[in-house]
């Protein structure tokens, strides 16, 4: 049997995928199993934060695997420890932090503390958690619940947990708040809502209003998080220190991780909650050596310009084809072309995939680009000329 037959035998049907057989990468090109390569412009969907097939991670996984992968939490776990150390120091915030395997699950994390909060600190037992409306959270029943998209609630998978509520905007948010309500989960770029930055000053001053109201300010950086945005976490791009935020997707490079960071050291005891896998050697050790990576590539100035690089490069495009595009988006290398027709985004992204460019779409009408941090300007020369190849032709 081929690929295709075996993969619509063996797995579960969830994902619309293109049957194509990756099996190597260097940096932000994927090669087949035929020798072809692809420009990648997604990174895995924001994942592979360091490139493919890099060469010092490979090796720090390789030397973890060969002393330790796994104890459990049941024992301290020196890289562990080390990384949170190191995450707090770059966040610029004194957090403690709880590590999991993905996004959803450090999401999961913020809520129960978010609740335990609630019911610690007030006499009514506030529990009620505000996101907004074209946000996305996570795909675990709870985390599906909190994202505010409707198309994600189906009757399918109902009941779902109560106590969250959503609003259109940032401004909303201030008269939905109830006496009950313990906090506000909130994304500072909407990564799959359509690459949408909120301004500022809107995030600073909501940041104030939760503060005076003893409201937990949650930010899902996620996405947004590990110099996606040109800084370690958007929140510091906005200047903010949010009560509670959430990592995964860049943090490892591709080992699944996910953490969340806490101000309120003491909010748990042994117990409230837990993680087989999660924060393990294996993962904690390549979380720590694509931490290194990184900062290195931000301090020698790479990082800044390769975010100038390509979003000019972006912006030639957009200014080529102002017939299509409608608005170009978003911040760092988390960008997107608005289209003025939501109807060909399908058509652009697989005629892209023809050849041999990978790139992602994001709410109704994005087109989206999230590359590895680590892409170099040869490779985002080849990658919009192939996306002009293929916008030349709509
Ligand atoms: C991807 C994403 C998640 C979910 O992460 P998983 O690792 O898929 O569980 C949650 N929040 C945001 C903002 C995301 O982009």
Not at 34 to 48: E, L, P, Q, R, S
Not at 208 to 228: A, P, S
Not at 279 to 306: F, P, R
Not at 365 to 384: A, C, K, Q, V, Y
Request: net charge neutral.
């Amino acid at each position: 049997m081929n690929l295709e037959d075996l993969d619509k035998k063996y797995i579960l049907n969830t994902y619309a995928k293109k049957y194509v057989n990756f099996t190597k990468g260097n940096n932000a090109t994927l090669f087949d199993d035929k020798n072809n390569n692809f420009i990648d412009f997604t990174a895995g969907i924001g994942v592979v934060s360091v490139g493919h097939g890099n060469e010092t991670l490979s090796k720090s996984i390789y030397e973890q695997a060969s002393n330790l992968i796994h104890t459990s939490n049941l024992y301290s776990i020196e890289p562990q420890i080390k990384l949170a150390q190191k995450i707090s120091h770059l966040a610029k915030m004194d957090m403690a932090m709880f590590f999991a395997n993905s996004g959803a699950e450090a999401n999961e994390g913020a809520i129960k503390i978010a609740r335990k909060y609630g019911q610690k600190n007030f006499e009514n037992k506030r529990y009620k958690i505000i996101t907004l409306k074209n946000s996305f959270h996570g795909r675990t029943i709870t985390t599906v619940k909190a994202t505010g998209q409707d198309k994600f609630h189906t009757k399918n998978f109902s009941p779902y947990p109560a106590g969250f509520s959503y609003d259109n905007t940032i401004d909303d948010i201030y008269t939905s708040i109830d006496n009950e309500t313990v906090a506000v989960m909130i994304e500072l770029v909407q990564g799959e809502g359509g690459v949408l930055p909120f301004a500022k000053k809107d995030i600073q001053e909501l940041e104030i209003f939760l503060q005076k109201n003893k409201i937990l300010f949650m930010v899902d950086e996620v996405q947004t998080g590990i110099y996606r945005t040109g800084e370690f976490l958007a929140s510091n791009l906005y200047d903010i220190k949010p009560d509670i935020i959430t990592i995964a997707k860049g943090l490892a490079g591709g080992v699944p991780i996910g953490a969340v960071l806490c101000k309120h050291k003491n909010i748990f005891e042994a117990g409230d909650h837990g993680s087989t896998f999660g924060g393990n050697y294996l993962s904690t050790q390549a979380s720590s050596t694509v931490l290194d990576i990184l900062v290195k590539l931000k301090k020698d100035g790479t990082l800044d310009e390769t975010i100038v690089y390509f979003t000019k490069k972006l912006n030639e495009i957009y200014i080529k084809y102002q017939n299509l595009f409608l608005d170009e988006v978003g911040l760092g290398l988390m960008l997107g072309l608005r289209l003025k027709d939501s109807n060909i985004l399908s058509k652009i992204v697989a005629l892209c995939f023809e050849k041999k460019l990978l790139v992602l779409r994001a709410g109704e009408n994005t087109l989206r680009f999230l590359p590895p941090l680590t892409i170099t300007n040869d490779e985002i020369d080849e990658g919009f000329k192939r996306l002009d190849d293929v916008l030349a032709n709509i």
